[in-house]
């Protein structure tokens, strides 16, 4: 970041000044610093701890397959613009590089030097290959033998082998041998199969008694048994050396909308490149790897020395997930089971008999919503008994005409889809949005579409040029004389796996004029209506960002007016150039911006003279925080508006994006509940500098510990239990 703090000196000419802004790329980089912090923090349970080193590294494979990519296609492309931050291409790959080199030592340091030790403690032992007894190793011979040499395919490279393709995120081998009889040495290739488990259990009778501590698991990883039995792969042949490396490529996808007559098929397409890959953007090299082989790799792959990152210790860390599978709950976190809301529970299970199914009175989920909005809070709330529930009972409620939805992600296995059918084979009129654009869910998207195709759902792949990523099921049910909407409107997606680990607010409602708006957008997804204007609801790319705008300066104008003015938003980005411009005027005529930013944010607090009056703080605990709230305060009328957007330019501009203002006092007591525990979190907040970093705040001598996630675990438990 030396760019950047460099900059940070210079007597700023404007608002729109480079040193007001910073880099989206190292943003980014500063959060996943904190998903690493929380494997380092002495608070965090041993499991636990290897499950945020496992996300620190799978974070960074998806940011070099899609962030470093497109820097490094800028950079072949020859653009030399500059972002925001006032870094051009090639700049911002030398930050990334500087910045990222010494987290990934502190990772791999953290895991020899303490966690590893740490697991041995507690009797899970990753040990070498060379540690083990000759009755582990004649085990390991028999396992190589019987199941691992079987799917192993050495690769040789010489003038009659070309060099093999490294397919991405794969770790290999990179295997020296001799000629006894030429005396040449050669290089070849051997694949680490992924179809087989990383770390290699060894059964319990073999695990050693002498020692003390005890043993509940003890293993080796899978390429140390590989790299002890090379003489199999390559008899007759001296092995010399051998040398890990991994390699990631540009996984994006390249998909020209307006020249594909067939969406599905132009992305199956791509999708079969992905699995092949892009070119090169990173390798991981053991360190000790000698510089002709290192030299041979670099020029191969199309790599230069800046793409390329010396591991000391084991490649591949997000294999560390494994171990999550052990059943040591004193290791983890405490399990948290998701309550059903006291307003559900109590209902009556949904009838499917017709005569039941019209009284308006009966105490199903239909009429709760007829008499208040409910608010639901996952993990904190069920997924299954409230949003599902919803989708489920539509799906066999024989007054129920017509079901419509969006679908982003979803679970492989999703009961949400298998209600759509349902519906649809009970006769009902059914339309999904399936957004087969949704990047690492294409395919499996893809396979949905086709389900849902051969059930009789209608279903459409989105707009040209836009991503729907907006969370909406409507639901249009004839009640006696008249027909009445129910819909849901969510900051997360219908999937009940990530509904578990996700923060996400979601509102269940038959307000009559949102269930217009959401009938008049689903005519825009699905039709040619070109819908301009909503009742109520906030559309992206149409109405969301001027409103936003007018919001701002409204609490502006207040502050002006000595009313004050007051911002709390809660989102997961914020990168937005005009609208980190407008918070720094609303913070110069005294406007009070508290911004609850889990990851990247491009603003800089606390900067005299421009952000004064602007703080932010990031989250980062058990669960993902994904949930968006917008406050504003309005002169005293306050507005809370929520949805899936975050404020950046792609879901202001390119995606399809729902926003709704809440007017429930009830729940608007929820969301600012919900604001204040965030902005009070002294154990999982970290408060945001104007150089960018983080510090983490922690609770002083005496002092209690607000965990924000905690507080509102408990919460959900209490109201379950009444």
């Not at 990934?104 to 895991?111: E, K, R």
């Not at 090299?285 to 199309?302: F, K, W, Y």
């Not at 949905?448 to 209608?458: C, D, I, M, Y």
Request: net charge neutral; hydrophobic share 40%.
């Amino acid at each position: 970041m030396a760019t950047i703090e460099q900059s940070q000196g210079q007597k700023p000419s404007g608002l729109s000044d480079p040193a007001h802004y910073i880099s989206r790329e190292l943003s980014w980089l500063e959060f996943n610093r904190r998903v690493l912090h929380e494997a380092l923090d002495e608070r965090t349970p041993l499991l636990e701890a290897l499950k945020f080193l496992a996300i620190f590294s799978n974070n960074l494979d998806e940011y070099f397959m899609v962030r470093v990519a497109a820097l490094k296609q800028q950079i072949e492309a020859r653009v030399t613009s500059r972002s925001p931050d006032g870094l051009a291409p090639t700049e911002h790959l030398q930050a990334i590089s500087n910045t990222l080199r010494p987290m990934v030592t502190q990772q791999h340091q953290s895991f020899r030097h303490n966690l590893q030790p740490q697991m041995a403690q507690q009797g899970i032992r990753l040990v070498n290959y060379s540690q083990l007894t000759q009755g582990q190793r004649n085990y390991l011979q028999h396992y190589f033998d019987e199941q691992i040499f079987p799917v192993l395919t050495p690769l040789a490279v010489d003038p009659g082998h070309p060099f093999p393709y490294i397919s991405n995120l794969s770790l290999n081998l990179a295997v020296v041998v001799e000629d006894p009889n030429t005396r040449m040495t050669h290089f070849a290739r051997v694949k680490v199969p992924r179809v087989l488990p990383r770390f290699i259990a060894l059964p319990e009778s073999l695990w050693s008694t002498r020692r003390r501590s005890p043993c509940h698991w003890l293993g080796v990883p899978l390429e140390q048994v590989i790299a002890h039995h090379l003489s199999a792969l390559f008899p007759g042949m001296i092995i010399h050396h051998h040398y890990l490396f991994r390699i990631t490529r540009n996984a994006d996808l390249a998909v020209e909308e307006d020249e594909a007559d067939d969406l599905m098929l132009a992305i199956e397409q791509e999708l079969r490149k992905r699995r092949l890959g892009g070119s090169a953007v990173r390798m991981e090299i053991e360190h000790t790897t000698p510089a002709p082989v290192r030299t041979m790799l670099i020029q191969e792959l199309g790599l230069s020395e800046v793409d390329v990152y010396d591991i000391d210790g084991l490649l591949g860390l997000g294999d560390l997930m494994t171990f999550m599978g052990l059943p040591m709950p004193s290791l983890k976190a405490p399990v948290w089971v998701p309550t059903v809301p006291p307003a559900i529970d109590g209902l009556s299970r949904p009838s499917v008999d017709e005569a039941d199914a019209d009284q308006e009175d009966a105490e199903d989920l239909f009429s709760l919503l007829r008499r208040q909005d409910q608010l639901f809070h996952h993990p904190y709330h069920s997924f299954s008994a409230t949003v599902q529930r919803f989708i489920t009972q539509a799906a066999h409620d024989p007054n129920v005409l017509a079901i419509k939805m969006t679908l982003y992600r979803t679970s492989g296995d999703s009961p949400i889809v298998n209600a759509l059918i349902s519906a649809a084979e009970n006769g009902k009129q059914v339309a999904v949005l399936v957004e087969l654009k949704a990047r690492f869910d294409e395919e499996n998207n893809i396979n949905w579409a086709r389900k849902l195709e051969q059930s009789g759902v209608h279903v459409v792949y989105g707009l040209m040029g836009l991503k729907t990523h907006t969370k909406i099921v409507l639901v249009v049910r004839r009640e006696r004389d008249q027909i009445r909407r129910y819909f849901h409107l969510g900051t997360g997606n219908y999937n009940p796996k990530t509904a578990r680990v996700y923060t996400d607010l979601g509102l269940l409602s038959a307000r009559p004029d949102l269930g217009a708006d959401i009938s008049e957008l689903f005519n825009y997804l699905t039709g040619y209506a070109r819908q301009q204007q909503y009742r109520k609801l906030l559309v992206a790319p149409i109405t969301l960002r001027q409103h936003l705008v007018e919001l701002i300066r409204r609490e502006m104008h207040h502050a002006g007016q000595g009313r004050g003015g007051r911002i709390v938003a809660k989102m997961n980005s914020l990168v937005d150039p005009e609208i980190i411009t407008l918070l720094y005027q609303a913070s110069q005529v005294g406007v009070t911006i508290e911004l609850i930013v889990r990851g990247v944010c491009c603003l800089r607090p606390g900067l005299e003279g421009v952000s004064d009056n602007i703080r932010v703080i990031s989250v980062v605990g058990q669960f993902l925080e994904h949930s968006r709230i917008f406050y504003f305060q309005n002169g005293g009328n306050e507005i809370f508006l929520l949805g899936s957007a975050d404020w950046m330019p792609r879901n202001l501009d390119r995606r399809v994006e729902a926003v709704v203002p809440i007017e429930d006092k009830t729940i608007r007591a929820e969301m600012k509940l919900i604001l204040d525990l965030a902005l009070h979190d002294n154990r999982q907040a970290w408060d945001m500098q104007p150089d960018g970093t983080y510090v983490q705040r922690r609770p002083q001598p005496g002092e209690e510990i607000h965990s924000s996630q905690a507080i509102l675990m408990q919460r959900a438990a209490q109201a379950a239990h009444w």
